[in-house]
């Protein structure tokens, strides 16, 4: 049971459960992602099966999400060069070669994306034990950076629907706690191909993302939410899996399950268990596919934007089946 | 034999030996991406042999090559909240919680990137026919914004390290046109797993970047590079390749084969052919483990940051053999 | 009478009575502020009797009124160097010193800001009957960027209080049209000081931000305001001042008075006058002031950002009494 | 003499000498701009006599100095409509109206700016004696942003041309220390009209920005220059004048007067002597209207745009004579 009083405690007591530091040694930056090792993506080409390919990114615009909550805003794309420009032939390039270009300003986690290591801290300490302040200056965080795990991120992603498997019509309410049980009642509804394991990367869907497309963005960013429960952090270690998604702005649930609390999973999961979190993946048209075929773990390259020092990074996830 | 005084008189035979207009319908957006479909996708999966990945995407930060050329700059990125804030107990959260948060500022071809079809146009018109001022505005490209391609760009890489074929030392020196014929060579030298078909990614290795690496940018971004010649369109055509990737910032060599010209080839590459064009890729690791091994050929996900309207995309590649 | 049905004949109506076009040369790029001479800024130079000075300006931040209109944000402001790093000691630097560094994204017209000649078009027609495509490309505005009248700002400013003179307690109502007859009153309430002529910079004050301070900003930007009428169109060009702001997002009232509308005025105002606009002023502490003393002109220096080739610019206007 | 070998001791010794902390109580925000009363700003405005007015800004543009340094970059200005979009008609807007807007993104000391009093701390310590940490963390300034000064700079300004006194064909050459000896042979030489006295701001030109404009960029920014000698902090302090500002980058002589140094006059003028900083200003035209009539005061109303807990901000000064 949670002491709803004590929301410090109970990050203590589960950041002493759960600590994965110095489990790959004292200098290591990628935490969970160790699991996720050749072996286990060798053995993950085997999910390709038909081929089909599907992006669990939300599309990056100023329809987005944001509302200003922290300085996070939508991205503002704008563009350098234009074809209504080159159409009046007003760019001055030589035998008829005309050209658009675009720049972007954006936070880092505005959108689709995962927290790197560096995002959060438990009492100014990172990952694996590092002052925070060490880590994170204004120059980015020399450490963790997200580019650290660049070429890594790439094996078995497994669905669990929750929404699907618990929800009503699919979608869990604003509020929804997802505890360990929801977690094994899902995986054992969906069956073998469901199977949690060693290196995987757990896609978590709650139907708050369709919700917000059916309803419009309202507070999903930042206001309340399905999400997982603070009771989960003992599976999220004990499973050994590289990383989990899920398809809301904060991955666990709004409000949290304190008093007063911020976002106490994170600061077991991220510093200590050494986790990476995926956070606004849309995970709607996977799941439909995998509840018509009944097959519900696919391959899938999840790569971050390499930006040097970042301790958040956009994310163009795509599986493959 | 090029004549060089008449580019515009080159590229007009070019595109009309090489157009795919009309060749998906007269809605389609996705050009050659057509070539890939979810066979060739799920045959690629075998290539997946030892599971070892390789990010093909440089570091997207201030020490990157743009150098101001047509207002790209290098990333901003800067933070929202840092380590040494959460240490010094400035937050203001609860619990002990401590966060960083960062930001961008990034024209979306300054360092690793797709060209979209929206790029570059041939006499104000675009992929498949449309007028360029219809399809990119200042909004963006309505039409054929790279999030089109959001979830396709996965399937078989083929890597043609030229450089290392045909280069002293791996590499090609400024100004050296790559045609049919070193193309053709490179993939004999380096055997049956270089074979190049339907549906492929190619990644072509000028060793540019490796120079840039050692000698410092200088003008690897906008200046003098080897590249493919204007020669090779029939090629990138007949071939059915569904995207090509260089290690240059221009793709084509440079300065081009004419005496007053600016990249000819995506002038007929991209509106014409319908081409997707990777620049600026790090295809040096993979080029290693791929002269080690003597297999050339490997799955590859590159998955662009599905940025509505983009003419453009950053984008980190992962190989996996 | 305004026939609410054609806007565009009013338009053109309006156009054609109060044109300026020609009046400064075919090479001119600064419209009314032609009018805002040496002789009249020395004259000006007298209003200078307290020497207490006021700013005009909104604060830059992210508390602002953008609600993402047109890709409208508020600015985003994130330091590149803070002092919690420096009193970490980790910025490097030698014998004890630290600094701070900061970096802003915003639009131009986010906040307050004066609309330069570029800003708005009659049917493709730019100040001056100068063709739009050929002035404001992708590159900004060639002709009448903002940089044309970094230097000339300096003057006489005039404070019209009609929320103080015609509203209830200070304030207009949204969709209030202020008409001549309005202005007249006002300056007739007013007195002496009051009065307007050429070379003059008018502040119009609705009382509009008075309330969006008090309510929250709701739909200040973008939303529905008091402001000018239409019929204004005569008054403005009439009296020949160099300039006009108000307090409000939009300078005109809105809803506009036709049936199908957008912002008519400013198609009068800003091509065929030259005048210049000024939008989302801070007039209440100089108000407060005026109404005491019983003298409404003052010095102002308006000076905007000189960004080159831009269509509108941020200001902080400084009265001085 | 300077002991080159010593900078924090000098630095502290000048500190002390030259402290301002606590002279407008322990809650003071604005340092010398206090000197700046309403009497001084009255009697200033009789120096308006030809209501001649000069910009004193650089353009912000793509083509300013910054070439990364500390990853100050030019303003990247990018539209969000233009012209061209009008002309084409693809814009929607009703009754033939078309626009054009834009977007900034840029360090706030890019180009000519104002240091605010948070730029620059003396072992952890800002103006007034405050703990660095606590005034300037990720989220800005939060004592002494630039907005508490938007109202006030505004005044006498005496134009100090050091290289026009002192150098040849008017500029200083790199590595020029300004001491108080050249200070007061510039006035002395100047007359009457350049005597510096209690709340002016003082405007010192070295000829650097002409050398720029003639022979490039270069090292403009970050590199060598002429500028005020460490030796001057005993004058700045004692003068009790309000702001000074340079052409040059830095404000202070570079390189600097000790073997190992980092701007150490920042370090007493910011945070000791709480004195406001101007660099990068332009002040080539108004010196030679000054040379050719002989007088060296003016009115200068300088405005930084006020950005929010900004450690520094853009300004356009608008100088009267």
Chains 1, 2, 3, 4 share one sequence.
Not at 99 to 105: E, P, S, Y
Not at 173 to 196: C, K, M, N, Y
Not at 234 to 251: C, M, P, Q, S, Y
Request: net charge negative; aromatic share 8%; charged share 20%.
């Amino acid at each position: 049971m949670i002491d709803r009083s004590d929301p410090e405690g109970a990050v203590a007591e589960a950041a002493r459960r759960c600590s994965n530091w110095g489990r790959w040694g004292a200098g290591d930056v990628r935490g969970t992602m160790n699991f996720l090792t050749d072996d286990k993506r060798a053995a993950a080409a085997a999910l390709i099966r038909r081929g089909r390919s599907f992006s669990l990114s939300q599309r990056f615009d100023m329809d987005g999400p944001q509302r200003g909550w922290r300085r996070r805003t939508n991205p503002v794309h704008t563009m350098l060069d234009t074809g209504t420009d080159a159409a009046a032939g007003v760019q001055g390039f030589p035998h008829g070669i005309g050209g658009a270009d675009d720049v972007i300003a954006m936070p880092l986690q505005c959108s689709t994306q995962w927290d790197g290591l560096g995002h959060i801290f438990d009492h100014g300490v990172a990952w694996n034990g590092r002052p925070a302040g060490e880590v994170v200056t204004s120059l980015g965080d020399a450490v963790t950076g997200i580019e650290t795990v660049a070429d890594v991120i790439a094996g078995r992603a497994v669905l669990l629907d929750v929404g699907r498997a618990i929800g009503e019509r699919g979608e869990l309410p604003d509020g929804f706690a997802i505890t360990e049980q929801h977690l094994r009642a899902t995986i054992e509804r969906q069956g073998a191909s469901a199977a949690v394991g060693r290196g995987d990367i757990v896609l978590v869907r709650t139907g708050r993302l369709a919700r917000a497309r059916r309803e419009g963005w309202g507070d999903y960013a930042g206001g309340d939410s399905p999400g997982l429960s603070f009771t989960t952090a003992g599976w999220l270690h004990r499973t050994e899996i590289a990383a989990i998604a899920t398809d809301t702005w904060g991955f666990e649930v709004r409000p949290n399950e304190f008093d007063d609390a911020f976002q106490p999973l994170h600061q077991v999961a991220i510093p200590h268990i050494g986790l990476f979190l995926g956070e606004m993946w849309d995970l709607d048209e996977l799941a439909a596919d995998c509840a018509a075929d009944g097959v519900w773990d696919c391959w899938l390259t999840a790569a971050p934007l390499p930006v040097t020092g970042a301790v958040g990074a956009p994310v163009n996830p795509v599986a493959v089946k």
